[in-house]
């Protein structure tokens, strides 16, 4: 098959990119390797995927038309794995034109790119937790209403699941949106809670504790991402039974939210150091607590997350200190 990947270079692109390839398909790579963290980063994972002969790059912004459409070419397209996006949610109140560009006009780029590509079997795109907002029935289920956002990042991604059913509605175009939750592991992202814990304990740093602790989310390895992300590719979704719309949505996510003091804990014995804890207030745009209901995907998809904390965190901690020369 030919995966074309958007957001490549990304946390997530970077992992599903490197299964597609050794799976032995061909994927073709973009991404426009925005600033919004360490570009290094970026780069040292692309430089993993072009050891691979089956990997081709295209640094391309997901909003020029015009620019997509020469990277994808006369390539016969059968899958496209929709992951580049503007990510943060605290971010999108700094930048909010950012999301506008990446997540809507970005979305809809790669929406009419796949409604030209004759040999299409399925697009799966991210969505996100996120676009539960404020919700406090837990846990999250893919029927809940999700038209309350409590961030812009959040009201662009719901924005997008709105955009895609109207695209599978009007021609039929197999997508299928995942709901990611709080993804971490090795090459992850510098912006996300367990990257600045690590690197700050390791500095002898005091670490930002949000809501003075009281928190939970549902942390989920990404390596299980990459698997449901796979499972999601090779089930599009059909137009049987009721459903005479090629659309769905899942939540994607550990089933098992852990309170945020836990994760220190589990992060201070794999580092064999104690941090320095700042409580601070709730953040505007966070909620306190996320936890997916993984009933739909896991009937489905036969997704079921298999990676606790307790083993994640440690391999992360591991590939910290070796990417670091720690």
Do not use: C
């Amino acid at each position: 098959m030919t995966n074309l990947l958007t957001g490549a270079a990304g946390f997530i692109g970077f992992h599903v990119a490197q299964r597609l390839l050794d799976q032995g398909e061909r994927v073709v790579g973009v991404d426009n390797l925005n600033p919004y963290y360490s570009t290094t980063l970026k780069e040292d994972r692309l430089r993993q995927l072009l050891a691979h002969p089956n990997f081709t790059f295209h640094q391309v912004n997901i909003a020029d038309r015009g620019a997509m459409q020469e990277a994808v070419g006369d390539l016969k397209i059968t899958s496209i794995i929709h992951l580049a996006a503007q990510a943060g949610v605290r971010y999108s109140i700094e930048n909010p034109f950012a999301y506008v560009e990446a997540n809507l006009i970005g979305h809809m780029v790669i929406l009419e790119l796949a409604r030209q590509q004759s040999a299409l079997k399925h697009m799966v795109y991210a969505s996100s937790s996120s676009v539960y907002g404020g919700n406090t029935k837990l846990p999250f289920s893919e029927e809940d209403r999700v038209d309350q956002p409590i961030s812009l990042y959040a009201a662009t991604k719901k924005s997008d699941e709105l955009l895609s059913y109207s695209y599978a509605h009007l021609y039929g175009i197999p997508l299928t949106g995942l709901r990611f939750f709080t993804v971490y592991g090795p090459w992850g992202r510098p912006d996300m809670a367990l990257w600045l814990f690590t690197d700050a304990i390791l500095a002898g740093r005091p670490i930002k504790i949000f809501n003075h602790g009281d928190m939970q989310r549902d942390f989920t390895y990404v390596d299980d991402i990459v698997s449901g992300v796979l499972a999601a590719r090779d089930h599009p979704p059909g137009t049987e039974g009721a459903a005479t719309v090629p659309h769905r949505i899942y939540n994607i996510g550990n089933n098992h939210p852990e309170p945020l003091l836990r994760l220190i804990e589990v992060l201070e014995d794999a580092l064999g150091r104690k941090a320095e804890r700042r409580l601070e207030p709730m953040q505007p745009g966070d909620v306190k607590s996320t936890y997916a209901d993984l009933t739909a995907i896991e009937r489905d998809l036969g997704f079921r997350p298999t990676i606790t904390i307790e083993e994640g965190i440690p391999r992360f901690t591991a590939w910290f200190r070796d990417y670091h020369k720690l």
